[in-house]
């Protein structure tokens, strides 16, 4: 058997693969440089949570988040459940992913008082890499409800 054939052909499967391993470095990098250094390690996950505590009503509050979703690009509210207090979006295809899911759930802790948790994840199973999209989506939604609302510690 010759040897030179297989050796070619690994060499040439494992350039292919070192210069798509960088080109993917690349676009996260890209796409995630506007973000500190110490969240930068957050943006490698794909399934983003937050948890937020604040003071208004539940109604106030629920426009708020209502008004948070609009401000991502290609997002739209699918569904505002007031009895399981569960808002959901769904986020558009983009260069970075197939789409996002959102889901926003309210919960009422006494008068005025009330936890929101956001989940944001990819639409599509087996989704591998987003380049810091379902992290910006949490972000972009936490950030306008601490900055329309009064917040636990504020």
């Known amino acids: 058997m010759d040897i030179k054939p297989v050796i ?21 990098n890209r796409y995630t440089k506007d ?41 739209k509210v699918k569904n505002i459940d007031r009895i399981n207090r569960v808002m959901t979006a769904k986020v558009g295809i983009t260069f970075r992913s197939f789409g996002e899911n959102i889901q926003i759930a309210l919960k009422e802790v006494a ?27 949490a972000e972009i939604i936490s950030d306008y409800v601490k900055a329309s609302l009064p917040t636990e510690g504020q």
């Open 35 to 75: 973000i500190p250094e110490e969240k930068k390690p957050l943006t490698y996950d794909l399934e983003q949570y937050r948890e937020l505590h604040v003071y208004a009503e539940f109604e106030t509050v629920l426009a708020t988040c209502l008004s948070a979703v609009k401000t991502i690009k290609k997002a």
């Open 8 to 28: 070619v052909n690994g060499l040439v499967g494992g350039a292919a693969a070192w210069v798509m391993a960088a080109f993917i470095s690349w676009l996260h």
């Open 111 to 137: 008068h005025k008082s009330v936890t929101i948790s956001i989940e944001s994840k990819p639409r599509i199973w087996g989704t591998t890499a987003d380049y810091g999209k379902n992290y910006e989506n």
